[in-house]
T-cell receptor, first 117, second 112 residues
Framework: AQKITQTQPGMFVQEKEAVTLDCTYDTSDQSYGLFWYKQPSSGEMIFLIY??????QNATEGRYSLNFQKARKSANLVISASQLGDSAMYFCAMRGPFSGGYNKLIFGAGTRLAVHP | DTEVTQTPKHLVMGMTNKKSLKCEQHMGHRAMYWYKQKAKKPPELMFV???????INESVPSRFSPECPNSSLLNLHLHALQPEDSALYLC???????????FGPGTRLTVT
């Protein structure tokens, strides 16, 4: 069975500083992927970044980077130069093997990030 | 354009009402999903449609009835709901060859 663990219920960071949100996972599948989504108070889930299990390079998207350590089964999100608009709930999610043109996502409990001026 | 739209934004309904939630995407995605999210919890998958056919039903009670009339549209028909069904209902879609799911803004449902 797949499992995603986010151990930080809440995090605080000063504006313009970097912050790391932790995510560990467990799966017996060889092919899988890790996602990070941002959910502001408005409710919409915003896709941030994706890392496949066979990808050799860590994924980056603008100020977001994913620190993927396969042996440790961790996929931490690093946000550089935090902005006030980054205040939101952040979910780590994992997909299993891809079949039938769709994939199931399993979400972690989430980490609420607060950026202070 | 990575837009998934959902209507209505908010819905209040009594336990004897029948209502429907609507989700639409025009990205050519062939997989569409319904999630339920309770306050302070992660989303939980309810249904998956792939190529307009129901592929996954995560043991959802029959008072929730999904429908996929065409490849761009996904409905969730609601009937005889309970107060504990009050939640944010999120729709998502994904391309059949890629992994990212794109979510709509959700419908906040309150059952009185």
């Amino acid at each position: 069975a797949q499992k995603i663990t986010q151990t930080q219920p809440g995090m605080f960071v000063q504006e313009k500083e970097a912050v790391t949100l932790d995510c560990t996972y467990d799966t017996s599948d060889q092919s899988y992927g890790l996602f990070w989504y941002k959910q502001p108070s408005s409710g919409e889930m915003i896709f941030l970044i994706y890392q496949g299990s066979y990808d050799e390079q860590n994924a980056t998207e603008g100020r977001y980077s994913l620190n993927f350590q396969k042996a440790r089964k961790s996929a931490n999100l690093v946000i550089s130069a935090s902005q006030l608009g980054d205040s939101a709930m952040y979910f780590c999610a994992m997909r299993g093997p891809f079949s039938g043109g769709y994939n199931k996502l399993i979400f972690g409990a989430g980490t609420r990030l607060a950026v202070h001026p | 354009d990575t837009e998934v739209t959902q209507t209505p934004k908010h819905l209040v309904m009594g336990m004897t009402n029948k209502k429907s939630l609507k989700c639409e995407q025009h990205m050519g995605h062939r997989a569409m999903y319904w999630y339920k999210q309770k306050a302070k919890k992660p989303p939980e998958l309810m249904f998956v449609y792939s190529y307009e056919k129901l592929s996954i039903n995560e043991s959802v009670p029959s008072r929730f009835s999904p429908e996929c009339p065409n490849s761009s549209l996904l409905n969730l028909h609601l009937h005889a709901l309970q107060p504990e069904d009050s939640a944010l209902y999120l729709c998502a879609s994904s391309h059949e060859l890629t992994y990212e799911q794109y979510f709509g803004p959700g419908t906040r449902l309150t059952v009185t």
